[in-house]
């Protein structure tokens, strides 16, 4: 098929993360043609979650959109992902992942062009060309969820590093006494700032004995906590609750901080589930900006939250093969 009919076809797009699989027909236009949503069951280990990628691509396939052919299959997924060679060789948040060949598994069942990128350096992309980061040459996405990943967008371009792995921002070391995060080190921003955390230290604190809005939210069942929770309790002015989001925000602005002082960007991205808290975890975290970065870089950055919400991963995997199929 030539490249110009190619290149109007929409790709089918999906987002793998620690949770959920989402599964998307995007156009070229940036419209969302046919959707599937799918809960992941991570800790079934890899076979199950790639049946479970396979279910969601079918289901989109079937859609009357998709009829007259896709472009290519473009995955992101969260984690080291060695890009080139479309191996995912680290997941955290996805156990048992080591050395999965998630593109050629895919490419050879399908037998369609796929591509494969890490979900954070996605969403930058897809926040970058559809969303809040629209026109800005230089800006950093950060998602902040069941874990923490980011993306860095460069003079326009996404900056992938050495061997496609840049943007691990989840994973620079905050407290070096910090407790032991899931890659294997401790003190990462994710195992600290991430709604992993949020929902740990909550449940830390109610476990003191420390009152709180909680425990009636989960009839007492404090292992049913999590981060959601916490982010409503801290709405409703629940001083535990309130408490949790002000030390999340307060490690996350300090990672901000880092990362304004060592890339000088004109705007931060924040997604993932954290970020619908808004201003009650991004004020404070703007405020250790103010506080710990230069301030010449801290007045060139604005800190905003994301606009496309869960779908930024399948916006810019999508533009990940546009990008990598451009002549």
């Not at 830390?204 to 292992?223: A, T």
């Not at 981060?227 to 309130?242: F, H, I, M, T």
Request: charged fraction near 15%; glycine fraction near 14%; charge should be negative.
């Amino acid at each position: 098929m030539p490249e110009t009919r190619l290149s109007s076809l929409p790709v089918l797009a999906i987002d793998v993360g620690g949770t959920k699989i989402l599964a998307a027909l995007i156009s070229r236009r940036g419209e969302i043609l046919a959707r599937e949503h799918i809960l992941t069951g991570a800790g079934d280990g890899p076979e199950m979650v790639v049946n479970r990628i396979f279910s969601a691509i079918d289901q989109v396939l079937k859609s009357s959109y998709a009829t007259a052919g896709i472009h290519s299959i473009s995955l992101a997924i969260a984690g080291a992902i060695d890009t080139a060679n479309g191996i995912v060789t680290l997941s955290p948040n996805l156990p048992g992942w080591h050395d999965v060949s998630l593109r050629s598994l895919v490419e050879g069942k399908y037998r369609v062009r796929t591509f494969l990128v890490n979900d954070a350096n996605a969403a930058a992309l897809g926040e970058h060309y559809f969303g809040a980061g629209k026109g800005m040459k230089n800006l950093i996405y950060i998602t902040v969820s069941t874990g923490i990943g980011g993306g860095i967008i460069i003079d326009g371009q996404l900056y992938s590093g050495a061997s496609g792995g840049a943007g691990e921002v989840g994973h620079m070391t905050i407290d070096v006494d910090g407790p032991r995060c899931a890659c294997g080190n401790t003190g990462c921003l994710e195992v600290l700032a991430s709604g992993t955390a949020v929902a740990r230290d909550a449940i830390r604190r109610l476990g003191q004995g420390d009152k709180s809005v909680l425990n009636e939210m989960v009839n007492g069942k404090v292992e049913d906590v999590t981060a959601e929770k916490v982010g409503l309790a801290a709405q409703n002015g629940d001083s535990l609750a309130l408490a949790v989001i002000s030390q999340a925000a307060t490690y996350l602005g300090i990672g901000l901080a880092n990362l304004v002082n060592l890339l000088n960007p004109e705007m931060i991205v924040i997604g993932g589930g954290l970020s619908k808290m808004g201003d009650l975890l991004l004020e404070p975290a703007r405020q250790v900006v103010r506080e710990r970065a230069f301030p010449l870089l801290s007045q060139a950055v604005r800190i905003v939250p994301a606009q496309l919400g869960d779908d930024a991963g399948v916006f810019g995997a999508a533009v990940f093969a546009w990008e990598q199929t451009a002549s």
